[in-house]
């Protein structure tokens, strides 16, 4: 005997309940704290920042925490939060120049002014799992010193006061910044939404298109010619105090590819940029970031588009994390009507297939 | 921390005015995608974020909402939805189509006809009716401007070729106003007459694609088809074994392993009331008999 | 009555071009180029690859902006209009309607994924044929016209040769009736009998239908089989035009003389 379900409120309220003890787990385990999530797993802080366009480690380890450990489920979190939040106005921006280096290194040339440092990397470990971090490692102190107060001029800057690299393209100074949380998408778009986009856009796709370009679709021989990190100051101009006000420091990665030189019938040829910019230490997506920028300026550059980095539309459509799995997802709703048309209609069909299946006719010949 | 505080109905008073702009010109232009800011909601993109945004701009305290999905009141987006609202708004909820001033619905369209200063707020995945024709949002919106809906046509024609019929059973594409084809969201084809000449205004929200489109009441609605293959309806072969009702959609419920079946309404509602007014099915028992599950 | 319109319009030109010319840079794809073509005249434009004659093409049929110089077309309605007069929906209109263009390779005209009944009766539906009877059975007519089998009007031109889908593109241009069909290369890469049999079908429905065409091909045979005047192009320039027998039997230029004498005897 068939009867209605009924209770959906009820199983839903009952589900989230378990799916909060499944996350606290095993209860003689001492539970996580914000502040182990913030330093100690700092890069995975780092990322929710820079997708969910947030800066704040505090929010961004909870969402870590809330998330269980799923980071664009975190990265959901956040840009919840930020679709809430009072707009004041927008920084001045930010001079990447003056950035209190903790890393800076470039493969352009063997040695800059200010020097390469590596600080603190994975690079060239040994990827060997250690156990000692398993029970209760303490490293020990790096050796302290003062900070030699030289001058860390960007590579680029060095390339483009010969000339050996195209300015950074520039906007007109009138024309007001694009908003992707504010305004829709709108194809073609320009770099200031391209940028923002790629800012936004989540770590492992852009990594397999930039991985891409390297492989040959739409190679635009890169060589990294500044990676830094650290802090620089943010500034908020005050209409009432008519000056610039410092809001405070953060921490960001910026990357800056050298690209395939070009010229045209009435310029010079030189080098390209490609352009990556994140919060925290993210090489991975600042360097993907900047091939990606690069391979969607095909279009200004009179290349032919070709390969799917290249293609605005489809980087662009596809990079934001939050947007592909609330879609990819969503696949678990509820689709039985939409399934019963279909299973009618198939039905219908194959019962057309099995009536006329008896005047089958003999097979047509492929050739001319 | 800060705590959030949150405006009725979640949204902020300036996205719901830009918003409402959207909508205003989407009614203005009927079947034509408005381009709109969707915001980041607390629901995943898909799960119903257009309809969300739609609802919240238009609801006010007043308003009395209903929210189906598959034409059900009960089923788990639905409900959480209406919960949503509940919360962030503290409306008064129904699950009576007849009752409601707003309804918000996924897949379906209500049995009950609906009566002027009703509100249909369809949720929509996809609202770019030729996007799996021509993917480039560049070249559909084209298409658009200059009205050349030829690529659509030649879809159709190609599934008469091929099946002997139009092989689109749910999004089945529209003219609306005589002028833009326009995707229904994925209402079963079932659905589709309802929309013409309907008293009630009819919202469409996609989130996640970022468009709004309206239907203004009482405007033509026409399926795409050809003269001599007319849009024809889905029909069931029998009724609602609950209620015995011959002119709805019907879910189908397997009962046992050996693939018994069942049909009975989509539209819980309707269902409903058909049984609370005396009509029986084969199947009904005591209509009201609650069993939960999980 | 339609005779006596017929004739009239067959005394003023369908298109005309003024001083085209294309630069990139500094390398002129494209110099100078006039003429003017009367409806039912087919012109073809011989050259070797680099001469320009794509890019004249490209600039004559609307594809490309030229940075110099103007086309004219007739409209259906006798006005003589600038192209770069036409707004985007005037143009996109042309091209389906009055206008064909065959491309060198069939699967950059036709969408392949689709039957050929459904490629050549888009141009009817975009058009407004609502009835699918006599979509397929114009579809069909078209198909029995260009020499294809009609069983094949379902099958999708994937599964045709490429002297078959060359056909299909041809009739998918030729089936609303325009007046001036644009040809690039038709026969470029198909079999040597494969092309005569096209360019015999070409020939008859151009001279059938009273179509104008402008031909591009670097093949002499195929501007001696289907056109009535021939120009030639060297580095973006026209260094000789005139009728094509003349010209072919009777070369001026060096150039001109060269490309003749370097046709292989059949």
Known sequence: MYVAVKGGERAIENAHRLMAHERRGDRDVPEVSLAQISEQLALAVDRVMSEGSLYDRELAALAVKQARGDLIEAIFLVRAFRATLPRFGASEPVDTGRMRVARRISSTFKDIPGGQILGPTFDYTHRLLDPQLGEGFLPEQPARSEAADAATPRVTDILGRDGLIEPSPQQDADTPVGDLTREPLNFPAERDLRLQNLARADEGFLLAMGYSTQRGYGRNHPFAGEIRFGEVEVEFFAEDAGFAVPLGAIALTECQMVNQFKGSATEPPCFTRGYGLAFGQSERKTMSMALVDRSLRARELGEEVLAPAQDEEFVMSHSDNVQATGFVEHLKLPHYVDFQSELGLLRKLRKEFAESADRAEPLQEAAE | MNAPAYNFAYLDEQTKRMIRRAILKAVAIPGYQVPFASREMPMPYGWGTGGVQVTAAILGPDDVLKVIDQGSDDTTNAISIRKFFAKTAGVATTTATTEATVIQTRHRIPEAPLHAGQVLVYQVPIPEPLRFLEPRETETRRMHALAEYGLMHVKLYEDIARFGHIATSYAYPVKVNARYVMDPSPTPKFDNPKMGNCPALQLFGAGREKRIYAIPPHTTVVSLDFEDHPFTPYRFDAPCALCGAGDAYLDEIVTDDNGSRMFVCSDTDYCESRQAAGHRGSESAAPHKERAHG | ?266
């Open chain 3, 1 to 266: 009555m339609a005779d006596v319109q017929r004739e009239t319009q067959c005394d003023q030109p369908l298109l005309v071009a003024e001083g085209l010319s294309k630069s990139y840079g500094r390398l002129a794809a494209c110099r100078d180029v006039s003429f003017t073509l009367y409806p039912g005249e087919v012109l073809a434009i011989v050259g070797e690859s680099g001469s320009g004659k794509t890019t004249l093409l490209q600039m004559l049929s609307a594809q490309l902006a030229s940075s110099a110089g103007h086309v004219s077309y007739r409209m259906r309605d006798g006005v003589l209009r600038d192209l770069n007069s036409l707004g985007e929906a005037e143009r996109r209109f042309l091209f389906r309607t009055d206008w064909g263009y065959v491309r060198q390779d069939p699967a950059q005209g036709l969408r392949m994924a689709f039957s050929a009944g459904a490629n050549v009766g888009e141009r009817l539906m975009a058009v407004g044929w609502s009835h699918y009877g006599r979509i397929r059975d114009a579809a069909s007519s078209w198909l029995e016209r260009v020499e294809i089998d009609t069983a094949r009007i379902d099958d999708a031109p994937r599964t045709y040769s490429g002297g078959m889908r060359q056909r299909l593109q041809i009739a998918r241009n030729l089936v609303t009736e325009p007046r001036l069909v644009f040809m690039d290369e038709p026969t470029g890469g198909l079999d040597v009998s494969v092309q005569a049999r096209l360019l015999d079908l070409m020939r008859n429905l151009v001279s059938e239908l009273g179509l104008a065409a402008i031909v591009v091909t670097h093949d002499l045979a195929v501007a001696r089989l289907l056109s009535h005047r021939v120009m030639v192009m060297k580095g973006g320039e026209v260094i000789e035009t005139g009728l094509t027998d003349q010209v072919l039997d009777d070369p001026h230029e060096p150039y001109t003389q060269l490309l003749v004498s370097s046709i292989l005897p059949p």
